[in-house]
């Protein structure tokens, strides 16, 4: 009878682990419309090949190395199909907690669950950097953030390496229990080194420094990416619970939801009515990405607030992206979809929000672990793509730009039948 309790525990928390996986993968498509909403139609080809190819690149590369590098194992996963039911069944048996400890699910299930957080991370460069970069030094750098810059801080911090060997991030209570920092401001981290390598699109800025707006092409399929990824954020901070087989964890997982649901709610509430005091008019690029910053947020610690915290938590997000947003856009700093605020700026604030409802956690170690994720990808990112623009170069000619990478970089138009005869 034990023995049949631990194999449906077993296979519920690996069924679990799978279904939060395929949520997260979907924010891929949340990305990809996203961002071809957010850019100009003649750059909407490049932007979906992009995210297709991106997410191909990182389940390969973390497939090949980045899981290694990250968890320890072998590379290109040897032996992860392997699974000795006697052995499993010793673990459970031999556990102080029993059948209340800590999960027990399959090694496939697992990558696949953190191969999607990879691609995640990913998504966030292209849209940073979308519209005049060319889609092979991207599809490089990709190679590169996702098979060795995003595993060594991932080891750093969910693997439980020291960093450099010099210290121990968890020795110094850093916690981010789904990937504000280790994810979101990750790879906010490499597209604002991407984007100081690659400049402003042409025209973005005047000659004394005004701002001009270049509005997106399809602001209905920038809303239902944004949907897509609210969607899939269940399974980003769900999944991340780790176990549903009991029920402390059932509950854990069901607060979770809620939280994130609320903080997304609460950000977008808030970017929506400070859009309407700086601007006079509701804003719907800074509702969708208040939403996106409240989902952020929450994503550091889902765990712990009560559902009016976690909608508190999001609204300040949605204020913080707001004024991002702006203040880059002051610097001359160009992000044709937010990406660095919403991820990145807000992502800090997902980590130094977490102290405020969980007391294992102090602020000196979520500083210290926010200036290690942003040391660390931003100078490795920006090595790598300063060596890119030696090597082919990241930026498409001026007449390029000016017709649309579409038919330079893919050679078809999104939309032909819109296209000038």
């Not at 991932?154 to 850093?174: C, E, I, Q, R």
Request: hydrophobic residues 55%.
């Amino acid at each position: 009878m034990q023995d049949q309790i631990f194999h449906l525990q077993y296979a519920m928390d690996t069924f679990y682990f799978l279904v939060c996986g395929a949520l997260v993968m979907w924010m891929a498509a949340g990305f990809a419309m996203l961002e071809a909403g957010l850019v100009r139609a003649k750059n909407t080809t490049e932007i979906l090949t992009k995210n297709v190819a991106l997410f191909a690149i990182s389940c390969v590369m973390y497939l090949v190395c980045g899981y290694a590098i990250m968890y320890g194992g072998d590379w290109f996963l040897t032996g992860i199909q392997d699974v000795d039911v006697a052995s499993t069944l010793t673990d459970f048996a031999g556990r102080e907690g029993g059948f209340e400890g800590g999960a027990i699910y399959s090694g496939a299930s697992d990558f696949f669950f953190q191969v999607v957080f990879v691609a995640t991370a990913m998504s966030i460069v292209s849209g940073a950097v979308a519209e005049r970069m060319k889609l092979w030094a991207f599809l490089v750098f990709a190679v590169v953030m996702t098979g060795f810059i995003y595993p060594m801080e991932g080891n750093w911090t969910w693997g439980g390496g020291s960093v450099f060997g010099m210290f121990s991030l968890g020795d110094l209570g850093f916690t981010d229990f789904a990937g504000s920092g280790i994810v979101h401001m990750a790879g906010a981290s490499a597209a604002l080194a991407g984007v100081l390598v690659l400049g402003a699109r042409k025209g973005k800025y005047g000659p004394n420094g005004e701002v001009r707006a270049i509005p997106g092409a399809n602001l209905p399929l920038a809303t239902l990416g944004t949907f897509i990824l609210w969607l899939g954020w269940f399974g980003f901070n769900g999944g991340s619970v780790l176990k549903l087989g009991d029920i402390a964890n059932a509950n854990s997982v069901a607060m979770v939801f809620l939280n994130t649901n609320a903080a997304a709610a609460g950000g977008a509430i808030g970017a929506l009515i400070l859009a309407r005091i700086l601007f006079g008019k509701a804003d719907l690029t800074m509702l969708l990405n208040g939403a996106l910053a409240g989902l952020v947020a929450i994503t550091a610690g889902p765990d712990t607030p009560s559902a009016l915290g976690a909608t508190l938590i999001g609204l300040v997000g949605g204020l913080i992206v707001v004024v991002s947003i702006l203040t880059l856009d002051k610097l001359k700093i160009d992000d044709p979809v937010g990406a660095i605020s919403v991820h990145g700026v807000v992502g800090l604030w997902g980590l130094l929000a977490v102290p405020l409802t969980n007391d294992g956690t102090t602020f000196g170690g979520q500083i210290a672990g926010a200036l290690t994720i942003f040391v660390w990808v931003f100078v490795s990112s920006l090595v790598v793509w300063l060596i890119i623009k030696a090597i082919m170069g990241v930026r498409v000619s001026e007449e390029e730009e000016y017709e649309g990478v579409d038919l330079s970089e893919c050679g078809m138009e999104a939309y032909p039948e819109f296209s000038k005869k």
